[in-house]
């Protein structure tokens, strides 16, 4: 049962959590208790409005400039134009959500089966698939191990956050939103947790936050082929939409009051907000989320990492979700 929606309504309390996850602390930083006012819900719920296969035709090697003319440009949406890593490209092949464009593979590959499978479907979607060398293809790749194979495609698209905040196939939104975490490393394993936990949607800032880059795309190992993902000018506005859309907006901080294991509201609706480690929510991200929660620690370190702390709060509110 969700919590009732008024001033005075209190969501619980707990531990901590900042950009990763911290010990306990009593600071407030969220909005006030049970959000602001005028919203409240029915009772015991609150409602927020709310082919053939083959081995592909193959070049012995690109004509001399084309490799860099393939290379992914330098763009202000999304990217994911340069995908990296054996598991992302055949994720990428199987979603089908945007067309390839061309897949360089290295002339000293094993074909293993994973390798096979990648150039089956090459073949079915009538990909290119160039072999190169070891040093052109260290050249052409972005990660310091790409797995001998990179592949060049449209950029993801931009969905609409007013689309995201809906619900799809008879399941209520469970966003996950990042607040200037800038380490590709940390997005792509948020978005491969994300994905894993049944996270609808990612809701992305333009501004002092990394995107997708070759790196998210190898270290969410195919997760961002089947996210929907909003950009967003400014998280702090875009929280407040989500709000009116019928969204409750948790943040996980260190100060937070409420232990992420306690979340009433996470069977309904609702968005995960994580900061950056180190510097966590800022401050007007914070002050617009309904609630502030934490995740408790019960040994001598002071934090988890952002993706730990992602995995534990996502898969907190998969669990009460699948139970509700």
């Known amino acids: 049962m969700g919590p ?3 001033r005075g309504s209190k969501p619980g309390k707990g531990g901590a959590a900042k950009g990763g996850a911290a010990k306990g602390g009593a600071a407030k930083g969220g909005a006030p208790r049970g959000g602001p006012p005028g919203r409240p819900g029915p ?13 592909p035709a193959r070049a012995g090697g690109a004509p001399a400039g084309r490799a860099e003319r393939a290379r992914p440009q330098k763009s202000r949406g999304l990217g994911g134009t340069q995908v990296e890593g054996r598991q992302a490209v055949r994720e990428l092949l199987l979603a089908g959500r945007r067309k390839v464009l061309e897949i360089y593979l290295g002339n000293e590959v094993e074909r293993v089966d994973i390798i096979e499978d990648i150039l089956e479907l090459a073949t079915e979607l009538r990909v290119p698939v160039r072999e190169v060398s070891r040093s052109k293809l260290d050249h052409l790749s972005h990660t310091d191990a790409p797995q001998g194979i990179v592949a060049i495609a449209h950029q993801l698209p931009d ?4 689309l995201l905040c809906r619900e799809r196939d008879g399941r209520r939104p469970f966003l996950l939103a990042v607040d200037g975490v800038t380490d590709p490393g940390n997005l792509g394993a948020l978005m ?19 995107h997708v880059t070759p790196t998210v795309t190898k270290t969410a190992a195919g997760a961002i082929e089947y996210l929907p993902m909003a950009l967003v000018g400014g998280l702090a506005a875009a929280i407040e939409a989500m709000k009116a859309d019928g969204v409750w ?3 996980l901080d260190m100060a ?4 992420v294991h306690d979340l009433e ?8 907000v994580l900061g950056a480690e ?3 929510l800022s401050r007007l991200v914070r002050q617009r989320c309904d609630v502030v929660a934490s995740i408790p620690l019960y040994g001598r370190l002071a934090s988890l990492n952002v993706a730990s702390a992602g995995a534990i709060a996502c898969y907190e509110v998969a669990r009460v979700r699948e139970s509700g």
């Open 4 to 6: 009732q929606r008024g």
């Open 43 to 55: 009772k015991g719920r609150p409602t927020r409005g709310g082919a053939a296969k083959g081995t």
């Open 159 to 162: 969905e609409e956050l007013g």
């Open 192 to 210: 491969r947790i994300a994905e894993c936990a049944g996270v609808t949607g990612v809701v992305l800032p333009k501004h002092r936050a990394v």
């Open 249 to 251: 907006v948790v943040g």
């Open 256 to 259: 937070g009051e409420t232990s």
């Open 265 to 272: 509201m996470a069977g309904d609706g609702v968005c995960l």
């Open 278 to 280: 180190g510097r966590g």
